[in-house]
Every structure is written in structure tokens, then in C-alpha cells.
């Protein structure tokens, strides 16, 4: 079975069907994401964070089939992965010639949000410092409420070098929710 590999280069994001690039004789395609984290900014700052301007910070939630990516510049992307069945595949347990199982599946990603939100950027609640830490921990027992309970809830926690710390949870069942706490 193959899974997708997601490399990440100082500006882009390019997510590679498997480690076989030419699986079962066939090209696959390979999902690009070029500067997700773009930002202008006045020059004084621009030229202060400059020197982080990379994809150097990530996290996972295999759960919710997420993977966040950040920059030191102070900004992080929450990319959803997908998996999307191939059209000329009918039997999705379909045997090549050797026997093996042959991937019936063209992963592929999309950029739900960028952190901190739109909104904390218009009113200045990000820091004008490097984003030096990002986590992710699964939020237990929060709610009584039963039809919440269901629904997976994760804590995402960005620090910046000044110790400001902004916080958020992300949930769903089939389509994903970020809220700012």
C-alpha cells in the first residue's frame, strides 16, 4: 500500500503520490503549493522577519486528515489532505499483474485557513514576532453537550518569541471548523 509524502522547500509545498514516483507504470501527479504563507507587510517589518521567511514548523492530526505548516515570519497554514478515487478504477481492491495491490487513490490537498485568522490581523492581535513553537493536542471532556462529543476536537497553540501564545480549536465530522478561543 502507498501512502503520499509531503515535502516541504522554504517557500512551497509539494505533495508526492508515493515514494514510488512512477508506480504501476504511470506518471502521478504531484500537488503544489507555492508561498502559502505570502504576506505584505509595511517594509520596516518585512525586512525584521525576512530572515525566517521558511516552512520550517509543522504539526499533524491524522485524525482529521490535517497537516499545518508554519513560518517563522509568524503565520501558519492548515492544509487538508484528501483522498480521491481514481476514474478508471472499478474494483477499488484491484490486483496489478504481480498480484499486488495497486493504489486505487490521487491524494491530494487543500488549504483550509491560514492562522492567525483574518479578522486578529486586521486588529493587530498578532505579534510582530517570530513564531517559535507550534502544537496540537486533542481537547478531552469539554463540552456535556452529547451531540458534540461525537465530533473530534483539537487544540492548535501558536508561540511567539515574546510569549504570546494564540490559541484554537479545530473540529468536525465532515467538514472541519477552526475557532479562535
Given at each position: 500500500?502507498s501512502a503520499?509524502?509531503?515535502?516541504?522547500?522554504?517557500?512551497?509545498?509539494?505533495?508526492?503520490q508515493?515514494?514510488?514516483?512512477?508506480?504501476?507504470?504511470?506518471?502521478?501527479p504531484?500537488?503544489?503549493?507555492?508561498?502559502?504563507l505570502?504576506?505584505?507587510?509595511?517594509?520596516?517589518?518585512a525586512?525584521?522577519?525576512s530572515h525566517?521567511?521558511?516552512l520550517?514548523?509543522?504539526?499533524?492530526?491524522?485524525?482529521?486528515?490535517v497537516?499545518?505548516?508554519?513560518?517563522?515570519k509568524?503565520?501558519?497554514?492548515?492544509l487538508?489532505?484528501?483522498?480521491?478515487a481514481?476514474e478508471?478504477?472499478?474494483?477499488l481492491?484491484?490486483?496489478?499483474a504481480?498480484?499486488?495491490?495497486s493504489?486505487?487513490?490521487t491524494?491530494?490537498?487543500?488549504?483550509?485557513?491560514?492562522?492567525?485568522?483574518?479578522?486578529?490581523?486586521?486588529?493587530?492581535?498578532?505579534?510582530?514576532?517570530?513564531l517559535?513553537?507550534?502544537?496540537?493536542?486533542?481537547?478531552?471532556?469539554?463540552?456535556?453537550?452529547?451531540?458534540?462529543?461525537?465530533i473530534?476536537r483539537?487544540?492548535i497553540?501558536?508561540?511567539?518569541?515574546?510569549h504570546?501564545?494564540?490559541s484554537?480549536?479545530?473540529?468536525?465530522?465532515?467538514?472541519?471548523?477552526v475557532?479562535?478561543?
Amino acid at each position: 500500500m502507498s501512502a503520499p509524502l509531503l515535502l516541504l522547500y522554504p517557500r512551497s509545498a509539494h505533495l508526492f503520490q508515493s515514494l514510488d514516483f512512477f508506480a504501476n507504470g504511470r506518471k502521478d501527479p504531484i500537488i503544489h503549493i507555492s508561498d502559502p504563507l505570502e504576506q505584505h507587510c509595511r517594509p520596516d517589518i518585512a525586512l525584521h522577519l525576512s530572515h525566517i521567511d521558511r516552512l520550517n514548523l509543522t504539526a499533524q492530526i491524522p485524525e482529521l486528515g490535517v497537516v499545518l505548516i508554519g513560518s517563522g515570519k509568524g503565520r501558519v497554514a492548515i492544509l487538508t489532505l484528501h483522498k480521491i478515487a481514481d476514474e478508471n478504477s472499478s474494483n477499488l481492491r484491484a490486483r496489478d499483474a504481480e498480484g499486488v495491490n495497486s493504489r486505487q487513490y490521487t491524494y491530494t490537498m487543500r488549504m483550509l485557513c491560514i492562522l492567525p485568522l483574518d479578522n486578529q490581523e486586521e486588529q493587530n492581535q498578532r505579534p510582530l514576532q517570530p513564531l517559535v513553537g507550534l502544537a496540537t493536542a486533542p481537547i478531552h471532556g469539554h463540552t456535556s453537550d452529547k451531540a458534540m462529543d461525537s465530533i473530534k476536537r483539537w487544540r492548535i497553540m501558536l508561540t511567539y518569541r515574546d510569549h504570546t501564545v494564540l490559541s484554537y480549536e479545530i473540529a468536525g465530522r465532515s467538514a472541519l471548523e477552526v475557532l479562535h478561543v
